[in-house]
C-alpha cells in the first residue's frame, strides 16, 4: 500500500517551464519564457549584491517597506497589498482559501495554465469558458457561473494569446458576479500595455469587496530570478491569505532589489518603448516570412504556422539551432508556437533561422 494523494491531484499535468539549453556553457538564445532580454535594472543588481552580507537573517516576513513602496508607486493603501513568491504563489493561495471540494474555479479558455493546477491541488474543478477569437469572452464567463463558483480568474492581457479586454468589459464582468464570488484580474503583463480603454485593476478592486488585482516583478522590471509578485485586494481577502501563506515568503534580498528597482522611475517606459519596437519589427518580418502573428499586448507573440505539423517541424529545428520558443500543446493550440520579443539581434537570428526552415517544408 501507498500513501494516496487527493484524487484531483492525480489529474493536474505538471507545469512545464520554458525550455533552455541543458548546457549553460552554450551560446543559446531563449525566447520560450516570456522573460526580459534586457535583463534588471542595474540598482535592483546593485542592492541584491549589497544585501548578501545579512543571508543569515531571516527576512521582513511581511515585507514592510516593500508593501510601503508599491503601495507608493501605485496610490494605493499598503494595508491592502500582499506580497509573495511570484504571483503564482498569491494564485495558489487565493485558490487555497477561498475553494475547495464542491467548489469551481472559473477562468477563459487559454487562460494561465496555473488556474487549473492550482483548483484541482485544493480538490475544487477547474471550469474553463470558451473564448471568441483567442479572446477572453464575458458573456461565456458569465454564463459558466453557477451558485457552486468561488473563483473567477481572467488574465489581462492573457497568456498565451497576447489579448486582451477593456476596462468596460471587465466592469460589465464585476457587476454582473455574485458579491460572493472573487473576481481574480492576473495583470502580469500591465507594463506593457499602451492601449488607452485598459486599467491593470487598480479601479475595481477600490471600488469593490470581491475584486483582487495580481502583479509581477518577473516581467517587465526582468526580476524572474528573485520570485516576487504582490497583490493589491480588499482587507479581509488580504486578512485570509495572511493567515496561510508561509511567515517568510520572499527573500530579504529580493524585497531589497525590487524597492531599489522602484526607485527608477525611468526603467520601465524605456523597456516597453524597447518591446514596442521589438516586437512591431518582429511581428512584420514574421508576416513576410508568410506566418501570422497574432495582435498582443504583452512582450510575445502567439504565431500561429497553419498546420500543427508545421508548427512542429519549426519547434524541432529551432531547438537544433539552440533557438528556444514555446510550446502551446498544453493549451490545445497545437499549430501556434508562443515567441519571446527579444533583442535586435535575438529577433535577428531567429529570423534568419525561420527563413531557412521554412525554405526547406
Not at 70 to 75: D, P, Q, S, T, Y
Not at 109 to 135: C, D, H, R, W
Not at 172 to 197: F, G, H, Q
Not at 279 to 308: H, I, M, W
Request: proline share 6%; charged share 20%.
Amino acid at each position: 500500500m501507498l500513501p494516496t494523494p487527493k484524487p484531483s491531484i492525480l489529474n493536474i499535468s505538471s507545469y512545464i517551464p520554458g525550455k533552455a539549453a541543458d548546457d549553460p556553457d552554450r551560446d543559446f538564445i531563449k525566447l520560450s519564457s516570456n522573460e526580459n532580454p534586457y535583463g534588471a535594472n542595474p540598482l535592483a543588481v546593485a542592492a541584491f549584491n549589497a544585501n548578501n552580507n545579512n543571508l543569515h537573517r531571516y527576512p521582513d516576513g511581511a515585507a514592510n517597506n516593500l508593501r510601503k513602496k508599491i503601495a507608493e508607486k501605485n496610490n494605493i493603501p499598503a494595508e491592502q497589498i500582499l506580497c509573495g513568491a511570484g504571483s503564482d504563489e498569491l494564485i495558489g493561495l487565493l485558490v487555497h482559501a477561498y475553494a475547495g471540494a464542491g467548489d469551481e474555479v472559473l477562468y477563459s479558455q487559454y487562460g494561465f495554465l496555473m488556474y487549473n493546477i492550482y483548483a484541482n491541488a485544493s480538490g475544487a474543478t477547474p471550469v474553463a469558458a470558451a473564448e471568441t477569437n483567442l479572446t477572453t469572452d464575458v458573456d461565456a464567463l458569465l454564463a459558466a457561473v453557477t451558485p457552486r463558483t468561488k473563483i473567477v480568474f481572467v488574465a489581462n492581457p492573457n497568456n498565451p494569446t497576447g489579448s486582451y479586454i477593456s476596462t468596460a468589459e471587465l466592469k460589465r464582468l464585476r457587476t454582473n458576479l455574485p458579491e460572493n464570488v472573487i473576481l481574480a484580474l492576473d495583470s502580469a503583463y500591465a507594463e506593457y500595455v499602451e492601449k488607452p480603454d485598459y486599467n491593470a485593476g487598480e479601479e475595481l478592486v477600490a471600488g469593490s469587496n470581491n475584486v483582487v488585482m495580481l502583479r509581477t516583478f518577473s516581467k517587465i522590471y526582468g526580476l524572474a530570478a528573485l520570485r516576487i509578485g504582490w497583490m493589491y485586494a480588499p482587507e479581509n481577502i488580504i486578512d485570509s491569505l495572511n493567515r496561510i501563506r508561509s511567515p517568510f515568503n520572499t527573500s530579504q534580498p529580493s524585497q531589497t532589489a525590487v524597492i531599489a528597482a522602484l526607485e527608477d522611475t525611468n526603467f520601465v517606459p524605456q523597456q516597453r518603448e524597447l518591446n514596442r519596437k521589438n516586437r512591431t519589427e518582429l511581428c512584420n518580418k514574421l508576416q513576410a516570412l508568410g506566418v501570422t502573428p497574432l495582435p498582443s499586448e504583452g512582450n510575445f507573440l502567439l504565431v500561429d504556422f497553419g498546420t500543427d505539423t508545421k508548427a512542429k517541424k519549426v519547434l524541432h529545428e529551432l531547438e537544433n539551432r539552440y533557438i528556444f520558443v514555446r510550446s502551446v500543446n498544453s493549451y490545445g493550440l497545437y499549430k501556434y508556437l508562443r515567441i519571446t520579443v527579444g533583442t535586435e539581434k535575438e529577433n535577428a537570428a531567429l529570423i534568419a533561422a525561420l527563413q531557412e526552415i521554412l525554405d526547406e517544408l
